[in-house]
T-cell receptor
Framework: ETGVTQTPRHLVMGMTNKKSLKCEQH?????MYWYKQSAKKPLELMFV???????ENNSVPSRFSPECPNSSHLFLHLHTLQPEDSALYLC??????????????FGPGTRLLVL | RKEVEQDPGPFNVPEGATVAFNCTYS??????FFWYRQDCRKEPKLLMS???SGNEDGRFTAQLNRASQYISLLIRDSKLSDSATYLC?????????????FGRGTSLIVHP
């Protein structure tokens, strides 16, 4: 399998549930990202990991908890979410983090609905 | 001023038309600029990178104007398959690292 994969592709959860999103990249990259995409809003960068170390956290609420056990895998743990957290969550990778010419390779996303 | 700003459209054009999108950015220290294409209910995919004044790939031409801080994407001889949302992205300098920042996208509809 190549590229960036994400599971699950769709998720419906209640506000009291705990769930996790998984991302895996097969590109040999050293940086991974979580983005949130809501309707009519720009892609919002949530977290950046470089070689399993978190280097950027854009003031994301603590109900979103990332985990990067190695440079190929990235998780987003979700708990006590709100309906406004319903969105498409995209994982991406790049060769390195923070470089001036880095391009993003995106996974297919997890479409999340919080009831 | 938003960091990366795009006209959301939609741009509705006939097949064969030429269409241009603009994207403005606020961080003058930005080094790299990108156009991504996002089909409905799919992930964004890189269309073109722009590091100097411009880049051309077949029917697609991207141009950079650093003085006015905007990037443009020109699509010639539009095809039905060009219908998508086009996202502008800028690697902006923030505390010594470059962080990708996206616009909200411009929607293009090419009709027969």
């Amino acid at each position: 399998e190549t590229g960036v994969t994400q599971t699950p592709r769709h998720l419906v959860m209640g506000m009291t549930n705990k769930k996790s999103l998984k991302c895996e990249q097969h590109l040999g990259h050293n940086a991974m990202y979580w983005y949130k995409q809501s309707a009519k809003k720009p892609l919002e960068l949530m977290f950046v990991y470089s070689l399993e170390e978190r280097v950027e956290n854009n003031s994301v609420p603590s109900r979103f908890s990332p985990e990067c056990p190695n440079s190929s895998h990235l998780f987003l743990h979700l708990h006590t979410l709100q309906p406004e957290d319903s969105a498409l969550y995209l994982c991406a990778s790049s060769q390195v983090a923070g470089g001036p010419r880095e391009t993003q390779y995106f996974g297919p996303g997890t479409r999340l609905l919080v009831l | 001023r938003k960091e990366v700003e795009q006209d959301p459209g939609p741009f509705n054009v006939p097949e064969g038309a030429t269409v241009a999108f603009n994207c403005t950015y606020s961080n003058s220290a930005s080094q790299s600029f990108f156009w991504y294409r996002q089909d409905c209910r799919k992930e964004p995919k890189l269309l073109m990178s722009v590091y100097s004044s411009g880049n051309e790939d077949g029917r697609f031409t991207a141009q950079l104007n650093r003085a006015s801080q905007y990037i443009s994407l020109l699509i010639r001889d539009s095809k039905l398959s060009d219908s998508a949302t086009y996202l502008c992205a800028v690697n902006k300098l923030y505390e010594g690292s470059y962080i990708p920042t996206f616009g909200r996208g411009t929607s293009l509809i090419v009709h027969p």
